[in-house]
């Protein structure tokens, strides 16, 4: 099991609306060896602008942002504009160095906030177990 995805079912189930079909996702995730890409993409949910900000409101969000993709461990990526013209960013701290992305292709954005953040860390901690 991973501490990670344990530590997110937690947070889940402490909301006041818990959203059970993405807690059965994570338990589905905790018999893999690894969490993949494609694996952590189904992590994936929408979320309103609004409502990211009175969660995590010490984040800065950009002005075209209408919409947030979260993904497990408080990961995301914001949707800024709206369809079909949407583009989509990260920034990160990695290294020291702030890295930001923004590209009208999902996949090279999640790609890319796989490979910097969460591929080390999640599947450091499942290592643990």
């Known amino acids: 099991m991973s501490k990670a995805i344990i530590q997110e079912i937690i947070n889940e189930k402490g909301k006041t609306y ?3 079909y ?3 996702r994570l338990q589905k995730l905790m018999d893999n ?3 993949e890409l494609d694996d952590f993409i189904t992590t994936a949910r929408m979320i309103d602008r609004k409502d990211f900000e009175q969660e995590y409101f ?3 969000v950009q002005k075209e942002c209408d919409h947030i993709i ?10 800024l504009g709206t369809p079909p013209r ?4 990260y920034e990160t701290l990695y290294d020291g160095v702030e890295v930001e992305i923004t590209s009208r292709d999902f996949n090279e954005v999640v790609s890319q906030l796989y490979n910097l953040r969460v ?6 901690w499942k290592k643990d177990y």
């Open 86 to 89: 949407e583009a989509y960013y």
């Open 22 to 24: 993405y807690i059965q």
């Open 18 to 20: 818990p959203d059970t």
């Open 119 to 124: 591929d080390d860390v999640i599947n450091l």
């Open 33 to 35: 060896k690894r969490i």
């Open 58 to 60: 010490t984040v800065r």
């Open 70 to 79: 979260m993904f497990m461990c408080g990961h995301y990526i914001q949707v």
